[in-house]
């Protein structure tokens, strides 16, 4: 088995979004990361997303997981506010960024199975109710936001496990089973340029640069083993 371990890394963003309201923890110091949609996750048409299964913010944006793949969004704020830190940890994003802009990167994972299982795991013990739901729904009631969430079997023999990192941001890791082939692990990025910088790989976007990695590998047995990034096209 090979674990393949990623982690978000974010530089030249305008407005930090990191370790903001993410919630009590349980398991040591592990926050609760990912919050469910139950509808309260919605378009710039107020129309719901039931296409997202889990949002949260890590390092400088807001992420949406979907059954298929990401939805990465970066603000920008036209007028920023300058308030202490321990306020700004209690704004919402909308009150961050006033009259703000967003920009959206898309990552869309290939060939992946239709079977794919998602589960959630480590609950919150407490819960969040959202009225801000969208005309004739009913709100989003007792919403519960989680420490880990798995996709199993993405592709053959292979999952993602997503879990916040030592900074409160989201990271990922992927998980190779016996039988499976790192190979089948490739994703379509739209909206951003990509290259391999080091052990990088670096997503240029109109708001600033987003880095992932560096890429390491290991065996079952902690043996370390050499892995890279490849950019087609």
């Given amino acids: 088995m090979y674990i393949l371990k990623e982690r978000w890394l974010f530089g030249f963003l305008i407005g930090l979004l990191a370790n903001s309201a993410v919630g009590r923890t349980a398991h040591g110091s592990t926050p609760y990361l990912f919050r469910e949609n139950k509808g309260q996750v919605k378009d710039q048409y107020w129309r719901p997303r039931s296409d997202v299964l889990y949002s949260g913010e890590s390092g400088g944006l807001v992420f949406h997981l979907q059954k298929g793949g990401m939805l990465l969004q970066l603000h920008r704020p036209k007028i920023p506010k300058i308030v202490s830190q321990s306020d700004y940890q209690r704004l919402s994003p909308a009150e961050r960024f006033p ?3 967003i920009y959206r990167v898309d990552i869309v994972w290939l060939g992946t199975q239709s079977t794919v299982q998602v589960e959630a795991r480590y609950p919150s013990p407490d819960w969040e109710n959202f009225y801000n739901v969208a005309e004739n729904m009913e709100p989003a009631l007792s919403v519960r936001r989680y420490q880990e969430v798995i996709y199993r079997r993405l592709w ?3 999952d993602v496990v997503f879990t916040p990192g030592e900074k ?8 190779v089973h016996v039988g499976g082939n790192p190979g089948h692990i490739r994703w379509h990025v739209a909206g951003a340029q990509v290259r391999i910088e080091g052990t990088y790989l670096v997503y240029e976007t109109p708001f600033g640069e987003m880095r992932e990695g560096p890429l390491r590998a290991w065996q079952k047995d902690g043996r370390e083993v050499p892995v890279c990034w490849k950019v087609v096209g």
């Fill in 156 to 158: 053959e023999g292979i």
């Fill in 99 to 101: 009259g703000g802009q």
């Fill in 168 to 175: 409160g941001e989201m990271k990922y890791t992927w998980v």
